[in-house]
């Protein structure tokens, strides 16, 4: 089973992102939700505005790991947790290769 997740930034769509912080440094954001043989796999990309280069972070769970809807909500913030890491590590790299 699988089901895309996109998102513009600005777009319709809630992200537990705050799409507002990186309006000014995003071009694309994406994060594709798959499921198979037990795992969850959240596959997520993005580009700056800057570079056009797609930057790319997947994450694979056990399907166990999320049985209630608090577990499964404390899963998908720190999957997004660290997309805004990643974003951030490209934004700042970006500035300073800038520089």
């Not at 969850?40 to 399907?63: N, Q, W, Y």
């Not at 209630?68 to 290769?97: P, T």
Request: hydrophobic share 40%; with cysteine.
């Amino acid at each position: 089973m699988r089901g895309p997740y996109w998102t513009p930034i600005g777009g319709p769509y809630p992200t537990p992102i705050d799409t507002e912080k990186y309006v000014t440094y995003l071009e694309t954001l994406v994060v594709d939700l798959w499921s198979e043989h037990g795992f969850i796999e959240f596959r997520c990309g993005f580009s700056l505005r800057s570079d056009h280069v797609l930057h790319s972070l997947t994450v694979k769970l056990p399907a166990a790991a999320g049985t209630s809807d608090m577990e499964r909500e404390v899963l998908i913030r720190a999957v997004f947790e660290e997309l805004e890491e990643q974003i951030d590590l490209a934004i700042a790299r970006d500035k300073v290769a800038a520089n």
